[in-house]
């Protein structure tokens, strides 16, 4: 008798953190489908979840329901409850290449940290496209496997089937598989219009179910270059878990001979194909086809405000504060303030889901978005001015009397040496009256400098904690003469 074609059906939700409702509105969906999940894992033991890839819906829930840690954490160390790899499900065009590998870095910390394993997968199911340096940062972390929705590039018959081997420029190569989400979902709904909302006992017709089944079964194996591996993902948008989904595949299994189905994670189905696989087409470049899911590309310039400062905040994040502090840390001068950092980097990369940084979301949403932004440039700013002023204080003005010069330190984060011109508001001491500066280098040369006064201010409380923008903001208050450069 010839052995069964196994069929790996994974129970999922595709979880937009914010989109069509606020983050906080969708959180509360989230909390109760997350309380009925780990109802339905208890039933059935055989039953498995995957948490659409992403890690941050793990701590979205545990801030509202720590008490129930133990229990996530227990079905995690099972493996019956997946997530990750990635923090969140982001679009890749807009986020850099060090938010991306933060994105992963934080998403696999998040599960190990729960006692879980990540899944090992590059899972971008409805990114608007996939760069092409994807399969390089995914072996970076030891994944050999991707599978994808939208992109799929336009080779027609030069590229037949649902696998093929994905190659960056650099000769990195991971095994591709054309799998989004919700390909099986005639599993629990009796139509794909059914609202997704509905009652988690929603029951499609058995019969109607085995019928679908096995026509959706014969059409993916036609599609597949890996023979006797098959796989159905059941779930769309914040769709709920669905219990009579357990009875529905024993039910399928006892009504045929050709198909075994058991529940699944999406790894667990991509390494059965690596295990499996023949020699596959290779295609180098990336994944910014629309045979089958349109892409959007209208997400790339809108909400452009956003864009820019999403840009601002990853120069600051990656080309500025990390570099520096790294500095200052290796010559003893500061503590790496790792937990700082991990916190911005955390507000930034929770703008970066397809339907945040994308900006197809509703108004308040952007606003909320345009907050985490502004938490991250106003905090960055602050622990770059601190960085300068630890790293000016241990730099001498050329032996200079304490009253005839003030150190100007100018930080070069970029790695290489570079010139070119620096404007910088300079604060100058009151004891050091008269128009007549002038610029001197570490050896006592002159340097080139046009040296303009801008304003003449008592020293304030406020001023000696803020930054140079916002410094620059109050210069327009009135300065007493008489009072004394030290008092506050």
């Not at 990195?172 to 609202?195: C, K, M, Q, R």
């Not at 602050?382 to 100007?408: F, I, Q, T, W």
């Not at 040296?451 to 923008?469: F, G, H, P, Q, W």
Request: charged fraction near 25%.
């Amino acid at each position: 008798m010839p052995a069964k074609t196994a069929v790996f059906v994974c129970p999922t939700t595709h979880w937009d953190r914010e989109w069509v409702m606020t983050f906080g509105q969708f959180r509360v969906r989230l909390v109760n489908l997350v309380d009925r999940l780990l109802g339905l894992l208890e039933r059935h033991p055989d039953y498995k979840f995957y948490l659409d890839g992403q890690a941050a819906v793990l701590d979205d829930y545990l801030e509202i329901k720590p008490e129930n840690r133990d229990r996530i954490a227990g079905f995690m160390r099972q493996g019956r409850l997946a997530a990750g790899p990635w923090y969140v499900l982001a679009d890749q065009f807009l986020q850099c290449g060090e938010a991306t590998i933060r994105n992963l870095t934080m998403g696999m910390e998040t599960v190990r940290g729960l006692g879980g394993e990540p899944e090992m997968l590059g899972y971008v199911p409805d990114s608007f496209g996939s760069t092409a340096g994807l399969p390089m940062i995914l072996r970076g972390f030891g994944i050999t496997a991707a599978t994808f929705g939208r992109g799929r590039p336009y080779w027609g018959d030069r590229l037949p089937n649902t696998e093929f081997r994905w190659r960056a420029p650099d000769g990195s190569e991971v095994l591709a598989i054309h799998h989004g989400y919700g390909n099986g979902l005639f599993l629990s709904y009796p139509d794909i219009w059914s609202d997704i909302f509905a009652a988690p006992n929603l029951r499609p017709d058995p019969e109607k179910a085995l019928e679908t089944f096995l026509q959706q079964a014969r059409h993916q194996a036609k599609a597949a270059a890996t023979p006797g591996v098959l796989y159905f993902s059941v779930g769309a948008d914040h769709m709920e878990p669905r219990e009579p989904l357990v009875e529905l595949l024993d039910f399928i299994n006892a009504r045929q001979d050709e198909y075994a189905l058991s529940f699944a994670t999406p790894g667990a189905y991509a390494r059965a194909v690596e295990a499996a696989a023949p020699d596959l087409i290779s295609y180098t470049g990336e994944l910014y086809g629309a045979d089958d899911d349109r892409i959007w590309e209208g997400t790339l310039t809108g909400r452009i405000q956003l864009k820019q400062m999403n840009d601002q905040c990853g120069l600051l994040l990656a080309s500025v504060l990390e570099p520096l502090y790294a500095a200052l840390a290796a010559a003893g001068l500061a503590e790496y303030p790792q937990g700082h950092l991990r916190d911005l980097w955390k507000k930034h990369i929770l703008n970066h889901p397809h339907d945040s940084i994308c900006g197809c979301g509703i108004d308040s949403i952007n606003r909320e978005i345009r907050g985490r932004y502004e938490h991250v440039l106003d905090t960055g700013a602050y622990l770059e001015k601190e960085a300068m002023r630890l790293l000016a204080d241990s730099v001498a003005a050329d032996g200079r009397a304490a009253n005839e010069a003030v150190p100007l330190v100018v930080a070069n984060p970029a790695g290489h040496a570079r010139g070119g011109r620096v404007k910088k508001l300079v604060r100058v001491p009151r004891r050091m009256p008269g128009d007549a500066f002038s610029l001197a280098d570490e050896d006592g040369k002159d340097v080139p400098a046009v040296i303009r006064r801008v304003a003449e201010k008592s020293k304030d409380l406020e001023s000696a904690y803020m930054t140079n923008a916002m410094l620059a903001s109050v210069l327009s208050k009135d300065a007493k003469p008489e009072k004394p450069d030290d008092q506050v």
